[in-house]
């Protein structure tokens, strides 16, 4: 990721998108408790979903393609459904993640103005900001579509990011904690964030922080393994570049 995102992620500003789209606000976790979790899941699904995902058993390799690729996106099916409730859902989640108060109109989505607007050739574009912007891994490699094996090998190291998140799942995996228990768990980690400030926080940083406490965890509980005469111990410093991998 380009450090200056990653500075204005942390920081909480606005993030750029293109000069069609210009800047968006970053979601705070006030914002995604006031309209409640599973809503915030749905328009994130907007964002995160492409066309493959709904139709799974659907050879689209000759639909708009060019050399067998796929040209069509989530964009290009909401459009063209002709479904007005689909569509609403969509511009109700534009609305959310860019603040803005969107508009339909042949094939283009207004935003608050006539000089803002997302059409298909930008809404990839949106996802990707929109993905990184809640914490959602967008690994560069995704975009090589597998060039060689030393491609491939590193798309599958990136799998591994969860790992971490998987801490909340027990050995049979089935996921015994919610977002409500992350939250609470940075309350009870965190000597900075509590109940009454936490919400405050964007999900970005929400994320970020969590990952860190989970570093920090992690080098104390390795030190104490290494003291113990605990060997084959990989030690990174919680200070580190957290890689995910």
């Not at 689909?86 to 603040?99: A, D, Q, T, V």
């Not at 919610?178 to 509590?194: E, H, M, T, V």
Request: aromatic share 12%.
């Amino acid at each position: 990721m380009d450090i200056d995102i990653k500075l204005k992620l942390l920081a909480g500003d606005d993030i750029y998108v293109d000069d069609k789209i210009k800047n968006i606000p970053q979601i705070k976790l006030k914002e995604i408790k006031d309209i409640g979790y599973i809503k915030y899941c749905q328009y994130l699904n907007f964002f995160i979903m492409n066309i493959s995902d709904i139709f799974k058993n659907v050879d689209l390799s000759e639909i708009n393609s060019i050399d067998g690729e796929v040209k069509l996106n989530l964009f290009d099916y909401i459009v063209l459904s002709n479904d007005n409730s689909l569509l609403n859902i969509f511009i109700e989640s534009i609305n959310f993640f860019c603040k803005t108060d969107a508009k339909y109109s042949d094939g283009v989505i207004l935003l608050d103005s006539k000089d803002r607007f997302l059409y298909r050739e930008n809404y990839e574009l949106l996802c990707k900001m929109i993905k990184i912007m809640n914490g959602i891994e967008v690994d560069d490699i995704e975009e090589e579509k597998y060039l060689n094996e030393e491609a491939r090998l590193r798309a599958e190291k990136m799998k591994k990011c969860r790992e971490m998140v998987k801490k909340c799942k027990d050995n049979d995996g089935q996921d015994k904690s919610d977002f409500s228990d992350l939250i609470s768990s940075i309350c009870a980690k965190s000597n900075k964030y509590g109940y009454d400030n936490i919400f405050d926080l964007t999900i970005y940083q929400f994320y970020d922080l969590f990952k860190r406490l989970c570093a920090v965890d992690n080098y104390s509980t390795n030190i104490q393994a290494i003291i113990q005469g605990a060997k084959d111990i990989k030690l990174n410093h919680w200070s580190c570049t957290i890689n995910n991998n």
